[in-house]
């Protein structure tokens, strides 16, 4: 796949916010957020709903900007402007809100391939045979190949999510970001997506998950980010951050988190 190198300093952190706030309708939905998260991580960010999680990743894709304030700054790539087009391609994205757009009678190859020209379906666009064999090369990776025919409005909802994934790493961006990914899948959905998140993740290319739930965390994601109320409340390695007191603070109730093969559960609330 090509890459978007050009387009950034790969030598830069993917984030580097420092004392970052939004206010959006009034409020503030981030407030002084200072974080810094190297390209290649596998980071969770993890916390409540109404924990400003959205509004961090809305950010990082310049959806949302931060006042501008003395001692403020917010960095992707190490640069603080960007074409959004761009960033879109230095960044995969799938979100529950991008899931909403694609919810219409578009083939799965169709979703995949209008990625080239920043589009929802082709339309009179053509695909290069490039393109397509850089389709079909994603697709065979995230084991979708026999469902490229069929339409998003025929597919579940987890296989949907996986055509996204394709979409979003059809520029080969260093990082994917994902926004509450396994929200109405069922068990063996969530197997399945796991399972494929996991072979992302041992590519080589950064992950980057937003949650609510432990069980999202796959073993190989190594750090965790824990958000409450618009800030970052703790940071560092998994081991030390998903513990019965933390976890149970950050949610407002007693639990006990237990490990099953490398994933995290709360129990016990």
Same mark, same amino acid.
């Given at each position: 796949?090509?890459?978007?190198?050009?387009?950034?300093?790969?030598?830069?952190?993917?984030?580097?916010?420092?004392?970052?706030?939004?206010?959006?309708?009034?409020?503030?939905?981030?407030?002084?957020?200072?974080?810094?998260?190297?390209?290649?991580?596998?980071?969770?960010?993890?916390?409540?709903?109404?924990?400003?999680?959205?509004?961090?990743?809305?950010?990082?894709t310049r959806e949302y900007y931060p006042?501008?304030?003395?001692?403020?700054?917010?960095?992707?790539?190490?640069?603080?402007?960007?074409?959004?087009?761009?960033?879109?391609?230095?960044?995969?994205?799938?979100?529950?809100?991008?899931?909403?757009?694609?919810?219409?009678?578009?083939?799965?190859?169709?979703?995949?391939?209008?990625?080239?020209? #920043?589009?929802?379906?082709?339309?009179?666009?053509?695909?290069?045979?490039?393109?397509?064999?850089?389709?079909?090369?994603?697709?065979?990776?995230?084991?979708?190949?026999?469902?490229?025919?069929?339409?998003?409005?025929?597919?579940?909802?987890?296989?949907?999510?996986?055509?996204?994934?394709?979409?979003?790493?059809?520029?080969?961006?260093?990082?994917?970001?994902?926004?509450?990914?396994?929200?109405?899948?069922?068990?063996?959905?969530?197997?399945?997506?796991?399972?494929?998140?996991?072979?992302?993740?041992?590519?080589?290319?950064?992950?980057?998950?937003?949650?609510?739930?432990?069980?999202?965390?796959?073993?190989?994601?190594?750090?965790?980010?824990?958000?409450?109320?618009?800030?970052?409340?703790? #940071?560092?390695?998994?081991?030390?951050?998903?513990?019965?007191? *933390?976890?149970?603070?950050?949610?407002?109730?007693?639990?006990?988190?237990? *490990?099953?093969?490398?994933?995290?559960?709360?129990?016990?609330?």
């Amino acid at each position: 796949m090509d890459s978007t190198e050009d387009f950034w300093d790969k030598g830069a952190p993917l984030v580097e916010f420092k004392n970052i706030t939004v206010i959006r309708g009034g409020r503030p939905l981030l407030d002084s957020l200072s974080v810094t998260m190297q390209g290649g991580e596998h980071i969770a960010v993890l916390g409540p709903n109404g924990a400003g999680k959205t509004a961090f990743i809305r950010t990082i894709t310049r959806e949302y900007y931060p006042l501008v304030l003395n001692g403020s700054s917010s960095r992707i790539w190490g640069r603080d402007r960007w074409n959004v087009r761009e960033l879109r391609s230095a960044l995969g994205i799938v979100s529950n809100d991008l899931q909403f757009v694609f919810s219409r009678d578009l083939s799965g190859m169709e979703v995949i391939v209008s990625a080239f020209f #920043d589009s929802v379906g082709l339309f009179l666009r053509e695909a290069t045979p490039e393109m397509i064999r850089k389709a079909e090369e994603i697709m065979e990776f995230l084991e979708i190949s026999h469902l490229k025919e069929r339409k998003m409005t025929e597919m579940s909802t987890g296989e949907a999510r996986r055509f996204l994934i394709a979409r979003a790493l059809i520029h080969g961006p260093r990082a994917l970001v994902l926004d509450e990914p396994t929200n109405s899948l069922d068990l063996h959905a969530l197997h399945k997506f796991r399972s494929i998140l996991r072979k992302i993740a041992r590519s080589g290319t950064g992950i980057v998950l937003v949650t609510h739930n432990l069980q999202d965390i796959i073993p190989e994601i190594s750090r965790v980010i824990l958000m409450k109320s618009g800030r970052i409340i703790k #940071d560092g390695p998994k081991e030390t951050i998903l513990t019965d007191e *933390t976890i149970g603070g950050l949610f407002g109730v007693p639990v006990r988190v237990r *490990t099953d093969y490398g994933y995290y559960y709360a129990t016990g609330y």
